[in-house]
C-alpha cells in the first residue's frame, strides 16, 4: 500500500536521527547548568554561524518574523515608512513590516524564478521608501546586486529576508554580506531548531549591537534599558541542536543539490510541468523543488487536483504559498486588487512543492516522478 510507506515534504525525524547523540550531550550539559537562555551555547552558536555565513556577526532571535523585524529597526525602518517586498513570499516577510507599523508596499515577482522582480521593486522606491526587503525564497538569491548598487549611498535599506537560503550563496556571496539579513530556524528550514528561532547576521557591529539591545529588552546587560524592547531571544537548548545540525549542513545542502539534480532527470520529459531554474551565480540550497503546473486546462483547479492526487498517494506535496500576500484576509486593507500581481498570482495557483529533503531516497523521487507523470499524462 503506498499509504504505508509515505513520503514526507520533510523528514525531520530522519535528520534527528544523524544527531540524536550529540543533542542529548547538549541538553545534559545544559541541564547541568540551567542557563537556559542565552550562554555559552547560544554564543558559540552565534560565531559559528557567523562563520559559516561568511559575515562577522550573528545574533540569535526567538523566531525568523523577529529576526525580520528586528533588522528592519536595526537598519532604521520606523512607523509609516514604507518597505518594498515581493507579493510572492511567507505571510511572515509582511507582518514583520506591519507589526513595526511600517507600510508594506509589493511588487511582482519574476515569472520564471518566483523572486523578487528587482526593475518592479527599483520602481516602487518612492520618498517615503525606508527599506526594500528581497526575499531570497525556495533555497535560492534573488539577483539583488542591481538594487544594492542603485541603493547604495541613498537612506534605503537592503534588508534581506534569508529564512530559507542557509548556506546560498550568489556570487560567492552569502545573505547579510555587505548589509544585514534575518534568518528563521523554524524546524522545516534547511537549518531547523526543535521549535522556533532565528538570527539576524551582519558585518556591521553597530548594527549588530542595536539588534541585541531591541532583542534583549532594550539593553545589553541586565537591568540596562536604553530604550523599549522586545523579548525575542535564542536558547541554549535550541542552541544545542542548531550547532548540531550546523555541523552536518554543507553536507546535506549538498544532498538537497543531488535530489534536486535527479528530480531534473526524472521530470524531464514528463509532460506539462516546468522546472524550477537556478540564476546564473548562484549556488541553490533547494530548501523547497518548486514545478509549475502549466495550465493547459485551469490554473488551479487542476493544479490543486495533483496535490490531491499525489497526497492520496501518500506523497507530501505542498503548496508554497497558495495566495500571493495582496489576496491574503490579512493584507486586504492595502487596497491591491486581483491581477495587480500577475506573476505572483499565476504562482499561486501553479506551484507544486515535491518532496526534497537531505534523506530523500531515488526510489522515493521515482514514486514521485511517476506518480506526477500518471496524473499529467
Ligand atoms: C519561515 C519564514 C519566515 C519566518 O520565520 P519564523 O521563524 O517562522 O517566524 C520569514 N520569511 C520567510 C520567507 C520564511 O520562509
Redesign the pocket.
Known amino acids: 500500500m503506498a499509504q504505508a510507506n509515505p513520503i514526507p515534504l520533510v523528514d525531520l525525524k530522519a535528520a534527528h536521527a544523524e544527531i540524536a547523540e550529540e543533542v542529548a550531550a547538549g541538553f545534559e550539559r545544559v541541564l547541568a547548568t540551567t542557563g537556559f537562555v542565552g550562554g555559552p551555547e547560544v554564543a558559540a552558536f552565534e560565531q559559528e554561524f557567523a562563520a559559516f555565513s561568511g559575515v562577522r556577526h550573528c545574533v540569535g532571535v526567538a523566531?525568523?518574523?523577529?529576526a525580520?523585524e528586528l533588522a528592519l529597526r536595526a537598519a532604521g525602518v520606523r512607523r509609516d515608512d514604507e518597505v518594498v517586498l515581493p507579493a510572492n513570499?511567507?505571510i511572515?516577510?509582511a507582518g514583520a513590516v506591519a507589526r513595526l507599523g511600517a507600510v508594506p508596499v509589493l511588487v511582482d515577482c519574476d515569472p520564471d524564478s518566483y523572486l523578487i522582480d528587482v526593475q518592479a521593486a527599483l520602481a516602487a522606491v518612492g520618498p517615503r521608501t525606508a527599506a526594500v526587503l528581497p526575499?531570497h525564497?525556495y533555497g535560492q538569491h534573488a539577483a539583488v546586486e542591481e538594487l544594492t548598487e542603485k541603493l547604495a549611498g541613498t537612506d534605503v535599506r537592503v534588508v534581506e529576508?534569508a529564512?530559507?537560503c542557509q548556506g546560498a550563496t550568489r556570487n560567492g556571496r552569502g545573505a547579510g554580506v555587505g548589509g544585514i539579513a534575518a534568518t528563521?530556524?523554524?524546524p522545516g528550514?534547511n537549518l531547523g531548531a526543535y521549535g522556533?528561532?532565528?538570527a539576524v547576521v551582519t558585518d556591521d557591529p553597530q548594527l549588530a549591537r542595536q539588534v541585541r539591545a531591541l532583542a534583549n529588552h532594550g539593553g545589553l546587560t541586565k537591568y540596562s534599558h536604553d530604550m523599549v524592547g522586545f523579548n525575542s531571544r535564542l536558547d541554549a537548548l535550541q542552541a544545542v541542536v542548531l550547532r548540531a545540525k550546523l555541523r552536518r549542513l554543507p553536507q546535506w545542502n549538498a544532498a538537497r543539490r543531488a535530489a534536486a539534480v535527479r528530480y531534473a532527470e526524472l521530470l524531464d520529459d514528463v509532460p506539462g510541468i516546468v522546472l524550477p531554474p537556478t540564476l546564473e551565480g548562484n549556488e541553490h540550497v533547494w530548501h523547497l523543488y518548486v514545478v509549475r503546473v502549466e495550465a493547459f486546462d485551469g490554473d488551479r483547479v487542476r493544479r490543486d487536483a495533483l496535490v490531491s492526487a499525489l497526497n492520496a498517494q501518500g506523497i507530501g506535496a505542498g503548496v508554497h504559498y497558495p495566495a500571493a500576500l495582496h489576496l491574503t484576509p490579512a493584507f486586504a486593507h492595502l487596497g491591491y486588487p486581483e491581477g495587480a500581481f500577475p506573476h505572483a498570482e499565476a504562482a499561486a495557483a501553479r506551484l507544486i512543492s515535491l518532496p526534497l529533503h537531505p534523506h530523500v531516497t531515488e526510489a522515493q523521487q521515482r514514486r514521485v516522478a511517476e506518480a506526477l507523470a500518471t496524473a499529467l499524462g
Open positions: 523566531n525568523g518574523t523577529d525580520v513570499t511567507f511572515a516577510t526575499v525564497l529576508d529564512a530559507q528563521s530556524f523554524y528550514k522556533d528561532g532565528g
